[in-house]
């Protein structure tokens, strides 16, 4: 049984890292098609409760969770070369949150909702640049009503 893994689909395969997972704690990384199973470069460190995005073609964020504290920490995974490398730190730690990409007119940015443990960040909003992602995080408007454990299915 695994749960809070952060979930992204990339090229029609289901992306399935870390998560909580029956007696095992390891930084599980899997590319999951219907018949096929995939294990790519473990995340560097074991987290559950985060969220995945696919930033581009080539790069997914892996955002928040847990690993000893809440996170706000972010990381980027290169598909081609397989090597993790570290995203712009969010404003506010998050764990059982959504996130997603979001085109609005011809720029898109990654969103980052609710979760979190603690009010009112549980309410939070930020959003990054994709075109400018050293920018790093924009407070955006809060949500109308609390949002938590999002990825805990």
């Known amino acids: 049984m695994n749960m809070a893994t952060g979930n992204v689909i990339l090229n029609g395969k289901l992306l399935a890292s870390g998560g909580k997972y029956?007696?095992?704690?390891?930084?599980?990384n899997e590319l999951l098609g219907l018949e096929t199973?995939?294990?790519?470069?473990?995340?560097?460190?074991?987290?559950?409760?985060?969220?995945?995005?696919?930033?581009?073609?080539?790069?997914?964020?892996?955002?928040?969770?847990?690993?000893?504290?809440?996170?706000?920490?972010?990381?980027?995974?290169?598909?081609e070369t397989h090597a993790w490398t570290d995203g712009p730190p969010m404003l506010d730690e998050r764990y059982g949150f959504g996130c997603t990409k979001v085109k609005v007119g011809q720029k898109e940015y990654i969103l980052a909702a609710g979760g979190t443990m603690n009010e009112p960040r549980?309410?939070?909003?930020?959003?990054?640049?994709?075109?400018?992602i050293d920018s790093g995080w924009i407070r955006g408007h809060d949500l109308p009503r609390k949002n938590r454990y999002l990825t805990e299915n």
């Open 37 to 79: 199973k995939t294990m790519l470069t473990k995340l560097p460190k074991y987290l559950y409760g985060h969220c995945a995005v696919q930033v581009d073609e080539a790069q997914l964020m892996i955002l928040g969770g847990f690993h000893g504290l809440y996170r706000r920490e972010t990381l980027i995974y290169n598909l």
């Open 22 to 28: 029956s007696g095992r704690r390891e930084p599980t």
């Open 122 to 132: 549980d309410k939070s909003v930020e959003y990054l640049d994709v075109s400018a």
